[in-house]
């Protein structure tokens, strides 16, 4: 799509195909089970470690299959778009609001990479990330995230690629 075909909004934009996947990703993370059983803490730190956490696993999914690396793209330009809305309702101006979006993306390129190597590695190095990545409520170990989080991976893994860019994900 062109520059002037965005500007002068003649054609739709190819992120918004992807709204159902970003809408279904976005629900995943707040589901209760994650803050009530994984020791995630319910607060707004708690919420975004989920979000990025719940991507990184569906982005390494789409990673796998041709067909989806280029709406993988759009989807995390939905994740990037969602943040800076949700950036600018907090009141974060443009002075800093540059800061803080190279904060969020760094913080998800950590994300995929940490799960990208520990699904490659296994469980112990899967724990070790979510320690390393993730904030967990005192007195909890990373050990029902992790498994909650494979999972999720596992059923992701068994989801078809036109499934899976309608939002639908199993449980």
């Known amino acids: ?30 589901e209760a089970q994650w803050y009530r059983d994984c020791g ?5 730190d708690g919420r975004f470690d989920m979000i990025t956490a719940v991507l990184a696993v569906i982005l390494l999914r789409m990673e796998q299959d041709d067909l989806l690396k280029a709406p993988s793209v759009r989807l995390t ?3 990037v778009d969602d ?3 949700q950036l600018r309702e907090q009141g ?6 540059g ?15 940490a799960f990208r190597s ?22 909890h170990t990373p050990d029902a995230l992790a498994q909650r989080i494979e999972r999720l991976r596992d059923c992701l893994a068994h989801t078809e690629a036109p499934a899976l860019l309608q ?3 199993g449980r």
């Open 1 to 30: 799509m062109s520059f002037l075909s965005r500007l002068l909004g003649t054609q739709p934009d190819p992120k918004e195909a992807l709204r159902p996947l970003w809408r279904r990703t976005v629900e995943i993370a707040r």
């Open 40 to 44: 995630v803490p319910d607060t707004v």
């Open 77 to 79: 330009e939905l994740f």
């Open 83 to 85: 943040m800076d809305g």
């Open 92 to 97: 974060i101006g443009d002075p800093t609001l």
């Open 99 to 113: 800061k803080q979006m190279g904060k969020i993306v760094s913080s998800m390129g950590g994300r995929l990479g």
């Open 118 to 139: 520990a699904f490659a590695s296994g469980r112990t190095e899967l724990e070790a990330a979510i320690t390393r990545n993730l904030t967990l409520v005192d007195g």
């Open 167 to 169: 939002g639908i994900i």
